[in-house]
């Protein structure tokens, strides 16, 4: 049975808590904590900007699934306006202060090295490269996406591309909650085309290379994200993807995650895990409906948006103070142990971030009927 609407999915917001949480680890330890990763015996953390690619596809269904009436009859005006609005109450504003946060950063940086600080000779010059003031410009018109690595905080290049993608979803919307279920599997093998030729010719879904390409990435996976929605809202594929095989299905993840391998298996995997958690009953006994990993969820934008900071400020610290890259700083155990710092700091600032910025600012800024749900 589906849930009244509007009802939180809590398996999913715990699902983006596990995603958010995945991808610091695998920035802290990848670029920052470089030893720690030959700790790590398997792919998973390596392979786990990957899991960006489940936010772009919960990003579909979660819209689809609130805003799915709206657009049933077409694309009007108002509705369409409200549902703008909506969505840049709910990224905007911790992004815009994410980037005040790094361009203060920039200017302390300048100033330092306007005093001829000798650390300074180890760090890229202020307000060159990725931090130029051209691509500060495209950082706050949240278009960095089609940049190809000009990037203030590097993970919002993800939030960048959905809010481009966000302008066509309400169409995306009015096709695919009208579309007979017959044509499901077409719509869905357009969408992973892309994504194998995406992947075919870069060597991997965003690893490596970055720019517009990933503006497909995110539209295709989206797309899959309300396929996702629809076949949960029709009740299709209740043997194949039912509320009890959520956490086979994510330990399947998982494994696919930690062999070696191309990222488009594990596309398909989230989409399959997305549909299973949506239809877990919310007051249900299970560890995706637990407080903590519900919590992660509630602060995951903040974690996502606020940790890249942190592994920056680490990393020119070392490089300014040692001259050294953190990994040749500190031995593999001092590192492990920097790593779990780390990821307490940003967890507590993250809850900051969301209580005083995130949270006030999206109920500030939402249209007043879109109040009632955390979309």
Not at 3 to 13: F, K, N
Not at 95 to 104: A, D, E, I, Y
Not at 136 to 164: G, M
Not at 305 to 319: A, E, K, P, Y
Request: proline residues 6%.
């Amino acid at each position: 049975m589906i849930p009244p609407p509007r009802e939180e999915l809590t398996a999913l917001t715990s699902l983006r808590g596990m995603a958010a949480v995945l991808v610091m680890f695998h920035h802290f330890m990848n670029v920052l904590l470089k030893d720690t990763m030959a700790i790590e015996p398997t792919n998973l953390i390596y392979k786990s900007y990957l899991w960006v690619d489940l936010f772009f596809i919960l990003s579909g269904f979660v819209l689809a699934y609130v805003y799915h009436s709206q657009f049933l009859e077409g694309v009007r005006g108002r509705s369409y306006w409200r549902f703008m609005q909506a969505r840049f109450a709910r990224i905007y504003p911790l992004h815009f202060f994410m980037l005040s946060v790094f361009l203060g950063y920039e200017g302390l940086q300048w100033l330092l090295s306007q005093r001829n600080a000798t650390g300074m000779v180890y760090l890229s010059e202020p307000f060159t490269a990725g931090q130029s003031t051209s691509s500060l410009l495209t950082n706050l018109l949240l278009v960095q996406t089609l940049h190809w690595r000009a990037y203030w905080n590097e993970p919002a290049w993800s939030i960048s591309a959905e809010w481009l993608i966000y302008f066509t979803l309400p169409f995306v919307m009015f096709a695919l909650v009208r579309l007979r279920a017959r044509w499901f599997g077409v719509v869905a093998c357009a969408a992973l085309i892309p994504l194998m030729l995406i992947e075919w010719h870069f060597g991997d879904l965003g690893l490596y290379f970055a720019g517009w390409p990933m503006l497909f990435r995110c539209l295709c996976e989206a797309i899959l994200g309300v396929l996702a929605f629809r076949c949960y809202q029709l009740g299709l594929l209740q043997n194949f993807a039912s509320a009890r095989l959520v956490m086979p299905v994510l330990l399947l993840n998982l494994l696919i995650l930690a062999v070696p391998g191309p990222g488009v298996p594990s596309v398909m995997g989230f989409v399959w895990l997305v549909l299973c958690a949506a239809r877990l009953p919310p007051h249900q006994p299970h560890p995706l409906n637990s407080p903590l990993p519900v919590y992660l969820g509630k602060i995951s934008y903040s974690v996502y948006l606020v940790h890249w900071l942190f592994l920056d400020l680490v990393r020119d610290g070392f490089l300014f103070f040692t001259g050294l890259p953190v990994h040749q700083a500190l031995t593999a155990g001092a590192q492990i142990g920097l790593l779990v710092i780390l990821s307490v700091l940003v967890i507590g600032v993250s809850e900051l971030t969301y209580r005083w910025i995130e949270a006030p600012m999206r109920s500030r800024l939402k249209p007043r009927a879109s109040r009632t749900i955390n979309a």
